[in-house]
């Protein structure tokens, strides 16, 4: 089935004159705010961006929200872009073009989204009061919150091997469930103040946490045991992205730079200062060219490398405070997103 | 005697006209014709030019430019968009009424982060499915179709009159923000089809203004805020709710536009407009609430924290206020600590006087990302940086509005203490005193105590530590660096000591007892009452020998307004009358 559906869209490429919109490798950004912003609710320059790869030109998908973080679906008959933000979880079907708010009243910002690989009926959403679930694509939501003893949840996320296992980080802990979010349970970091979770791309027993003024630990038992990182284990690590082996891992923050690990996490070397620009809150690996890296920083944009981070340059949304980048479609043509 | 239940189900005219008003009459016409003549491009006057029919083209040319200016947007456009629609319908022209339509479809409304964002946004939502119902998601901003905006707006305007009714508002008594509750709660009333729903408007309505009226001396919201602006909280009558207290209680006298003390500052200064647009009358039992200050009184309140996202054990903790009203001052104050970010003032002695910055206060301008980041779900080490480029402030050590988890307070009718206790290493460590250029005595005694006279109001302070004193533009700055401080606070006035002189003399034969050893701080203080207050910083409450038990707050708890935290009934009482707001069967009953 997936090499008659590689067939079509190998067909749709070079007979029909490219992919579609949605299908189109392009780089989405989630921009939370402005820098030159004055209030809240007027600014048109936040929401989900986009550049496609062949391109240079962003273009706002969904102008005035307030957007943390963005999330993928595909299926073999079907692109979903979601958008964690501001008024809830919106999703688009055709590409950004149009778009439905699928949560209520009832979920606040929401700020970051996990669509189910498989089921589309299937979504996990965090925000600062838990974690909710969907299991009729956003129509009905449950808080999902059994066994935390907070609610401000800043991000959640499937495991790659096991769709039933998820990961949610709390500013106290991190915490794991083995049941589909039905419960969770924390899993011993050692340090509180759990800014972000990475998985690793292949070896799934290698986890990474970013940390508020611990750098990163890692965990080689899928998160049985947490050990501190060679290198970079004092500073505020807000993001984490790998090429799509896993080969390097990439991780930024918070006066931190730009580091790199090529030992899964255990050690890091930092190839990047940064030093006038603060906060970099996102990175993310162009699965298409792995020298192309992209780091989203707090109200300066995005900045781009096309070496492997020897060196970097402004590449669009100059007064933008990037939440998240990631490149869609990844290179591998399943799941929500390489 | 039997007792006659009035249901004043939603019908306002079915109550007396009594001469207040009939005064309100006369300043509902005059708010119009001025705002009718104002040449801005906010809602709140083209609504006026609409209803009087004044300046039509203008008003139009302007409603046409906002249905597509992207720099008004988000839920400050929502119900003001709608509002402005629905009182101007007869009026517009039709291509002016699909634009108008149009921009709930093609204009992302943000919802916002606080309570009078969603209360904008969601009253926005409501009744603009209520004028457009039977629409598909294709014809809306959020991909939702009529209905499912109007049920979800509707569930969200009951669960907030629910909590604003039982554990309080988050963004209580607000000098500022009171108009974002007032407006959008006069055009849900006026428009609301379904008549539960107009019930619940003018519910919220009655409570917000009594709300306001309890705590009310001559156009100022006295007592602690939950959130204002510096340029407010120096100068109370230069706030929006000034404006309202005009329209509604009469007070000042003085029209606000003939005022450059308290003009409208800001377009939004003008929605009252929406006021003199309703049909919404101020029941006459909260007028006389309002206004009538022959005897003093002590009021208290329970509130709640606006929502706390980490860094605490509940959601919405309790806040509990005091406040002490006369004809001439209101003291009044917050229990301290962290209540609100960015702009709570915890509490100050507000008099009534023909000269601006009739307030005194104190404070500890605190500010940190991890405050911040209880409330906001942005990152700590960066939060102060984003805040301050909203409220400009933030991180200001001279700041005049800050919450602070190093102030703590305790009240008695027209006696105070407040206590810091600031930790070592916290980015400001002084506290800070406004005392305005405009009193008309301000007597620094050897006595230890400052002693400030303002007309008939005498206030003393008694600072524990060293401080000095900083002249400014329109105040004088006490400042004192000292990290364990407190100040002793008695107001007085002619009435209750006859002169300044003998406000002074009894003064200066107190004094405070401290206790500053190791982590015990503590201050005792005999009033001129001959009330015995005690205050251990981060421990008991104690006045006469007992124990203040927060726990025992009422919602409210005055002689005019009672309420059992939890009950969803408040009952407002005056002259013999009763009025009973129930918000849990929705409906306000009168007796007699």
């Known amino acids: 089935m997936s090499v008659l559906w590689f067939v079509a869209a190998l067909f749709q490429m070079t007979l029909l004159g490219g992919w579609s919109e949605g299908e189109r490798p392009a780089i989405y950004a989630a921009v939370y705010i402005v820098r030159s912003g004055t209030a809240v609710g007027t600014l048109s320059g936040i929401g989900l961006f986009r550049c496609f790869r062949d391109d240079s030109t962003w273009v706002n998908l969904r102008p005035n929200t307030i957007t943390p973080g963005v999330g993928f679906y595909q299926s073999e008959s079907k692109t979903v872009l979601y958008l964690a933000g501001g008024n809830g979880l919106h999703r688009s079907t055709d590409g950004g073009k149009s778009w439905k708010v699928l949560t209520g009243w009832q979920t606040k910002e929401v700020l970051s989204v996990a669509p189910d690989p498989v089921d589309e009926r299937i979504l996990y959403i965090s925000t ?42 709390g500013e106290d802990a991190l915490y ?19 800014k972000w979770i990475f998985q690793h791309p292949v070896e799934g027993n290698v986890l990474l946490v970013g940390t508020e003024d611990h750098g990163v630990r890692v965990s080689f038992d899928r998160g049985a045991t947490w050990r501190r990182a060679s290198g970079l284990d004092t500073s505020a690590v807000y993001s984490f992205a790998s090429t799509p082996e896993g080969a390097e891992i990439y991780a930024c923050g918070f006066r931190t730079g730009v580091w790199r690990s090529v030992d899964n996490g255990a050690s890091w070397t930092q190839i990047w200062n940064a030093s006038d620009l603060d906060a970099l809150y996102t990175i993310c690996v162009d699965p298409y060219d792995t020298n192309h890296l992209l780091v989203g920083t707090n109200g300066y944009g995005i900045y781009a490398s096309h070496d492997r981070g020897r060196t970097w340059r402004q590449a669009g949304l100059p007064d933008a405070h990037v939440k998240q980048i990631e490149v869609f479609p990844g290179r591998r043509r399943r799941g929500v997103r390489e | 005697m039997k007792t006659v239940l009035l249901v004043v189900a939603f019908v306002a005219g079915v109550m007396d006209v009594s001469s207040a008003q009939r005064s309100f009459e006369e300043r509902r016409e005059k708010i119009l014709v001025v705002a009718s003549s104002e040449r801005d491009r906010g809602f709140a006057t083209i609504t006026a030019k609409l209803l009087t029919g004044q300046d039509l083209p ?56 606080t309570e009078n964002h969603w209360v904008m946004y969601y009253t926005g939502l409501y009744l603009a499915a209520q004028t457009w119902p039977n629409e598909d998601e294709a014809r809306w901003f959020n991909g939702k179709s009529s209905e499912e905006n109007f049920e979800e ?71 602690g805020h939950s959130r204002d602006y510096p340029e407010d909280i120096i100068n109370p009558l230069a706030a929006p709710s000034t404006f309202w207290a005009w329209l509604y209680f009469g007070q000042p006298e003085t029209p606000p536009w003939n005022e450059t003390r308290y003009r409208p500052r800001h377009r939004s200064a003008w929605e009252p407009v929406f006021g003199a647009a309703s049909s919404y009358r101020l029941p006459d039992i909260i007028y006389h609430i309002a206004t009538n200050r022959s005897k003093p009184y002590v009021h208290t309140e329970t509130k709640r924290v606006r929502n706390i996202i980490r860094f605490g054990k509940e959601k919405n903790p309790p806040v509990y206020k005091y406040s002490y009203v006369t004809k ?44 911040l980041a209880m409330f906001f779900p942005e990152e700590q080490k960066f939060l102060s940086d984003e805040v301050d480029r909203y409220h400009n402030v933030y991180t200001n050590p001279n700041k005049w509005n800050s919450s602070s988890p190093y102030e703590q307070t305790l009240q008695h009718k027209n006696a105070l203490i407040v206590l810091y206790d600031i930790e070592e290493g916290t980015t400001h460590s002084h506290v800070d ?77 107190r004094r405070p007892r401290a206790r500053d050893k190791g982590k015990h701080w503590e ?8 009330h015995v207050l005690q205050l251990t910083f981060n421990g008991k409450r104690i006045i006469d020998g007992q124990q203040v038990d927060f726990k025992q707050y009422k919602f409210f708890n005055g002689p005019y307004v009672q309420s059992e935290r939890g009950s969803g009934v408040i009952t407002l009482t005056y002259g013999g009358k009763r009025r009973i707001l129930d918000f849990k069967r929705g409906r306000i009953t009168e007796t007699p």
């Not at chain 2, 620094?444 to 400014?472: C, H, M």
């Not at chain 2, 201050?523 to 001959?530: A, N, P």
């Open chain 2, 328 to 371: 001439n001052y209101i003291l009044g104050s917050l229990h301290g600590g962290i209540l609100q970010p960015i702009q709570q003032h915890t509490w100050d002695v507000t008099y009534v006087s023909d000269k601006p910055n009739n307030t005194i206060f104190t404070l500890h301008p605190f500010s940190s990302g991890k405050e």
């Open chain 2, 58 to 113: 203008f008003a139009f040319a302007m409603l046409d430019s906002l249905t597509y200016d992207q720099s008004i947007g988000g839920m400050f456009y929502a119900y003001t968009l709608i509002g402005c629609y629905l009182h101007g319908e007869h009026v517009l022209p039709d291509t002016l009424k699909r634009k108008m339509r149009e921009a709930y479809r093609v204009r992302t409304m943000y919802r916002g982060d």
């Open chain 1, 128 to 169: 600062p009061f838990g974690i909710f679930k969907s299991t009729d694509r956003g129509t009905t939501w449950h808080e999902k919150m059994k066994g935390w003893t907070t609610w401000y949840v800043r991000r959640v996320i499937i495991d790659r091997e096991d769709r039933q296992v998820l990961y949610g980080t």
């Open chain 2, 153 to 223: 707006a509707r569930g969200w305007l009951n669960h907030w009159f629910d909590i604003s009714s039982t554990i309080g508002q988050g963004e209580f008594d607000s000098p500022t923000y009171i108009t974002t509750f007032l407006t959008p709660m006069l055009v849900l009333y006026e428009f609301a089809k379904d008549p539960a729903m107009k019930t619940k408007a003018q519910l919220m309505l009655d409570l917000l203004f009594v709300d306001f009226a309890a705590e009310h001396l001559a156009g100022n919201y006295g007592g």
């Open chain 1, 176 to 194: 794991v469930s083995r049941d589909g979010a039905e419960s969770w349970q924390t899993l011993s970091v050692g340090v509180p103040g759990i």
């Open chain 2, 433 to 509: 005193g406004f005392f305005p250029k405009t009193l008309d005595e301000r007597i620094v005694d050897a006595s230890g105590w400052i002693f400030a006279r303002s007309g008939n109001t005498f206030v003393g302070i008694f600072p524990l530590k060293k401080y000095e004193w900083k002249e400014e533009d329109v105040n004088w700055r006490l400042r004192s660096f000292e990290r364990r401080n407190g100040f002793v606070v008695e107001v007085g006035s002619s009435d209750e000591d006859g002169s300044f002189e003998n406000f002074r003399t009894t003064l200066m034969k």
């Open chain 2, 523 to 530: 201050v005792k203080y005999r009033t001129r009452g001959g």
